[in-house]
């Protein structure tokens, strides 16, 4: 019996070591950042040959882990006890005293370890810390699932939650964020938490209650999001003990067999660890995050679905801007994409239609038994068996499982074998059900938290693996059936490896020809082994159950290969070597500005503070930093960015407490940022109803008489990215709306001699090409002209609604720029909406369409025009890509005329 028992707890090691070594394995593939061709590879790596992280959060937990390693608490410095980071939000800096200190905590311990045996970077073992801590997921998902189902379910449900798409697009090789935690230590939290409810013995309820509390107390230092699972585990025992009182199962016996209140307590199998781990908890978070961390924590629970809603007061909210928090859709890719597992949706997002629908029946099956168990009569008495008859616990396990899968229920013999299974169908029933249905609505909020609902949906989908693998073994003997079913399983296996697109040469033919080969030794297997003796029909089922579990794993397996192998980093040399530039020939006073995605890597490689990151998306900043890119006023570009490098929000702010309205401050500085301090101050008093002493103080704030320098920095991805930072900069403060303005950028160059025309592709949408047909004069003449067009792609000819020419990207002004000069500024049509910048060099020809908004904004002037006509801002470094400029003169905005005309 002993014996048999330790070959089932090795076996399941092993079978946990090799799951392992898969999912690292698979993580690690991202180091080779595939996404990038070979022969550029080594611009996105660093000096030390790294690459360089692929989100740009990862730099800022860096900083915050090496700053926990230099000096022992998080930031800069310390005001009121509390860590405060000076690189970001500048001038004020933010507090970090609340940073999760997990990651810190956990990376700096495994640089220990590495470096006692290798000498490596910090950088590099926090490079590798989420995909190595991430791959421990692969622990309480067998186990968990195991206790439920067999092998084969346990491990198809390792696989889909440990490499579901969106928990393996955030924990690569390269990819340091609190992601990595997010599914090892709640499934940890929660296998304790079911075991110490399901547990016969006391001892054994309180030694998993305590590991339960331990588990979530660790995982209050890991993400700001924890509460989730201990509520999510609250309302599951409420739920499951609405339902035993309505099915009439006892969970809590009479006072009166008691002596005292605490005795009845600690004898309530079920309620007794539920309170013990309540009480326990709170005291255990009291310690990790105290009284202020908890409420918000709870707060947090319903906050998290105001996300993407106005932040405070009138302010716009970037979290509508970033992907990752858009709303998902169901499914992606249509009909071949409900086989495919990727980050587009929902579905796809739990490893696709069949695994789905599998979820969807196990639940259908919770509730089937639950309602068959209420019927079920008593045959016998519930005295133990004679010591001659008792079974094995290994075995009695196997059996208790089985019956909570498939056994067809009635043939119970005791009341307590009926009392016990009724109460564990109950319980999973709950636990399975409240789990998705909280999960499902945390995905409402956005695309990342499909990686909350993988994780009980993909338990789910394991023990469907196992109901099928147990009903194959039980009940299916016929030889057609068993090859059909196999020929089903080979099609759901190889379909996905012919959809990957990235990483595999020759992905059809490699899926077809595992088809293929699938089909046919299924088919000697069940067919051509008849006359093999009876006990070899095994071997047929065997085969079938493996390929019923490839099944279900390959898209979620196929998608986790796909997605490492096509891997590229956020960012590149270019980018790097900026910053290179600012650290070594800026003022320790410069301020770096620019839009907030690069924010942290530029605190981290330059040591200079930011005005807006990705910790500052709500407020202020997004608005003025959006205001100082989209702006044709070149004074006010100027205005607010010193504003913003010096004195930050503090104008804003005593506008807000002088007249008691955001909207009137904001409205207030768009008018004056733009002038001289005098001006300013008369504009204040005059329309603003403000005493000379308050505009005095206002624009002391708004314009500082002895501004911080600014590294303003301009990037080719912001071009990309214009819908949002126009957005932002345009915001209507009476609305609470606003706009978006595009670029469209032709990918490349087309010749064009003089006295010919070409035709030069902006846009791609949906069959039709927009192009800008032009046509050059004779050579050294101004007689350059263009137009767009709309055709579609198929035939070229001109696209047509109900008779009349379609083209919703009419150019209603033209401005060629040929050889560095501006040859042509003209108007082509009044109805149109955009402005068709044509680029000419030599015989090369390149355009841009842009919405008529962007035409003058000081983005377009200075990044896509290189500065030509105006003399506020100064290019001080450009990069492939990436432009850095200064600001021109002393004082906090001009006084002088600055030429705010495209010229050269």
């Not at 999001?225 to 309505?246: D, N």
């Not at 006892?250 to 199998?269: A, C, D, H, R």
């Not at 032709?746 to 927009?770: A, E, F, H, K, R």
């Amino acid at each position: 019996m002993e014996n048999q028992k330790v070959k089932t707890i090795l076996k399941s090691v092993v079978i946990i070591a090799i799951l392992f070594v898969l999912v690292f394995g698979l993580r690690a593939q991202a180091a080779d950042i595939g996404g990038v061709p070979n022969e550029i590879k080594a611009n996105y790596m660093d000096a030390d040959g790294l690459p360089y992280f692929s989100e740009m959060d990862s730099y800022f937990n860096l900083r915050m882990t090496q700053d926990y390693m230099d000096h022992g608490y998080f930031g800069d410095t310390l005001v009121n006890g509390s860590g405060w980071d000076m690189h970001s939000y500048y001038p004020s800096g933010r507090d970090v005293g609340s940073y999760q200190p997990m990651i810190a905590y956990v990376t700096s311990f495994l640089y220990g370890i590495v470096n006692m045996f290798h000498d490596m970077s910090l950088k590099e073992v926090a490079f590798w810390t989420g995909a190595l801590i991430s791959s421990f997921a692969v622990i309480p998902v067998y186990i968990f699932t195991r206790r439920i189902t067999n092998d084969y379910g346990a491990i198809a449900a390792t696989l889909i939650v440990a490499l579901g798409p969106n928990y393996i697009s955030h924990t690569f090789a390269g990819f340091f964020d609190t992601d990595m935690f997010n599914v090892t230590l709640p499934l940890f939290f929660i296998l304790f938490f079911v075991e110490a409810v399901k547990s016969d013995k006391l001892v054994h309820r309180i030694i998993f209650a305590i590991l339960s509390v331990i588990t979530i107390g660790i995982y209050s230092l890991s993400w700001t999001g924890y509460m989730f699972y201990p509520a999510v585990m609250i309302i599951v025992m409420i739920v499951f003990f609405i339902l035993c009182f309505y099915l009439d199962i006892e969970v809590l016996e009479p006072f009166k067999n008691y002596s005292n209140k605490l005795n009845w307590l600690i004898n309530q199998k079920e309620l007794f660890p539920v309170a013990l781990i309540v009480v326990l908890g709170a005291i255990s978070l009291l310690f990790t995050v105290g009284i202020g961390g908890i409420l918000d924590a709870i707060n947090g629970l319903t906050g998290g679905f105001s996300l993407l809603s106005a932040s405070r007061d009138v302010w716009p909210n970037v979290f509508v801007s970033v992907a990752e928090m858009q709303k998902p859709n169901i499914l992606a890719g249509g009909l071949p994409g409900a086989f495919l597992a990727n980050t587009n949706g929902i579905i796809n997002g739990v490893g696709g239609i069949v695994a789905f629908f599998g979820v969807l029946l196990v639940l259908f099956t919770f509730v089937q038994r639950l309602l068959r168990l209420r019927s079920v009569k008593i045959k016998g008495d519930s005295s133990k068996p004679h010591k001659s008859k008792r079974k094995a616990t290994s075995i009695r396990k196997e059996q208790e499982r089985f019956r909570i899968s498939l056994k067809d229920i009635g043939s119970f013999g005791s009341t307590d074998e009926i009392n016990k299974s009724k109460r564990l169908n109950v319980l999973y029933l709950s636990l399975f059900i409240v789990w998705i249905l909280a999960s499902a609505a945390a995905v409402t909020q956005g695309t990342r938290f499909i990686q909350i609902l993988v994780v009980p949906m993909g338990i789910c989908a394991g023990i469907f693996v196992g109901y099928a693998v147990d009903y194959v073994k039980a009940n299916i003997d016929d030889d057609r059936t068993l090859f059909l079913i196999a020929i089903v399983c080979s099609f759901l296996i190889a379909f996905p490896i012919t959809q990957i697109y990235y990483g595999l040469d020759n992905a059809l033919m490699i899926g077809s020809i595992i088809f293929v080969a699938l089909v046919v030794i299924s088919g000697v297997f069940i067919y051509l082994r008849k006359s093999i003796r009876d006990s070899d029909v095994s071997l047929k089922k065997a085969l079938v159950v493996v390929l019923i579990t490839l099944a279900l794993v390959s898209p979620t397996v196929c998608g986790a290969y796909q997605t490492t192998a096509a891997t590229a980093p956020g960012s590149s040399d270019p980018m790097w070597n900026a910053m290179d530039y600012v650290k070594e020939n800026t003022t320790n006073d410069t301020v770096i500005i620019s839009w907030w995605d690069y924010g942290y890597l530029f605190q981290i490689a330059s040591d200079h503070p930011t005005s807006f990151d990705g910790g500052s998306q709500s407020g202020d900043r997004a608005y003025w930093v959006g205001k100082a890119l989209t702006t044709s006023d070149l004074a006010q570009s100027k205005g607010i960015l010193q504003m913003l490098g010096t004195t930050g929000s503090n104008a804003s702010d005593l506008l807000c407490n002088y007249t008691g309205s955001n909207v009137t401050a904001v409205d207030a500085l768009d008018k004056t940022l733009g002038l001289s301090r005098e001006d300013a101050k008369s504009t204040l008093i005059s329309d603003y109803n403000l005493t000379e002493s308050q505009a005095n103080a206002v624009v002391k704030q708004s314009h500082p008489s002895n501004p911080n320098n600014v590294a303003f920095v301009l990037s080719s991805d912001m071009i990309q990215k214009a819908g949002w930072w126009s957005y932002f900069g345009s915001w209507n403060f009476d609305t609470l709306d606003s706009t978006n303005y595009q670029y469209y950028m032709s990918g490349n160059y087309v010749t064009i001699n003089p006295n010919s025309q070409g035709s030069i592709n902006v846009l791609n949408d949906s069959g039709i090409l927009y192009n800008a047909v032009v046509k050059r004069g004779s050579n050294g003449t101004n007689g350059t002209t263009a137009q767009m067009t709309a055709v579609w792609d198929k035939n070229g000819s001109k696209i047509e609604l109900n008779g009349t020419e379609y083209n919703p990207l009419k150019a209603s002004n033209l401005i060629a720029i040929e050889d560095g000069y501006l040859t042509v500024n003209k108007t082509l049509d009044k109805g149109g909406n955009y402005t068709l910048y044509v680029i000419g060099s030599g015989n090369d020809y390149t355009a841009i369409l842009m919405d008529n908004e962007l035409r003058d904004s000081v983005f377009t002037r200075l990044f896509l025009l290189g500065g030509a006509g105006q003399d506020t801002f100064t290019l001080t470094n450009m990069q492939e890509g990436v432009s850095t400029w200064s600001i021109n003169g002393a004082s906090s905005s001009s006084d002088s005329q600055d030429t705010n005309t495209t010229e050269t």
